[in-house]
Nanobody, 126 residues
Framework: QVQLVESGGGLVQPGGSLRLSCAASGLTSGYYAIGWFRQVPGKLREGVSCISSSDDETAYADSVKGRFIMSRDIAKNTVSLEMNDLKPEDTAVYYC???????????????????WGQGTQVTVSS
């Protein structure tokens, strides 16, 4: 059973930075994509950034390109999301997720995942 545990959320001022981490356990040696998603109350969950286990292909939502950087540590089974120049509209609950069927780009685009973490709140406010 795959388990995902996010950490690193919190309150930050506009223009500030935060780093989210996701520790994954139970992953097999097969293909998977792992990604970050976010959701605010009353809105659909959206893909933020997704990366494939087979290569370094990384997908980003247009709204975060140039500000967010996703990275992974294969040996530790962790992924991180470095979020810079944060804006109030980045406020959301951020989820880590794993998808075993689709590419990283498809995972982020269609918001598909087999496993989800519990989420961590990110609030950008002065």
């Amino acid at each position: 059973q795959v388990q995902l545990v996010e950490s690193g959320g919190g309150l930050v001022q506009p223009g500030g930075s935060l780093r989210l981490s996701c520790a994954a356990s139970g992953l097999t040696s097969g293909y998977y994509a792992i990604g970050w998603f976010r959701q605010v109350p009353g809105k659909l969950r959206e893909g933020v950034s997704c990366i494939s286990s087979s290569d370094d292909e990384t997908a980003y939502a247009d709204s975060v390109k140039g500000r967010f950087i996703m990275s992974r540590d294969i040996a530790k089974n962790t992924v991180s999301l470095e979020m810079n120049d944060l804006k109030p509209e980045d406020t959301a609950v951020y989820y880590c997720a794993v998808e075993t069927r689709y590419t990283a780009q498809a995972m982020c685009r269609i918001v598909s995942a087999d496993y989800w973490g519990q989420g961590t709140q990110v609030t950008v406010s002065s």
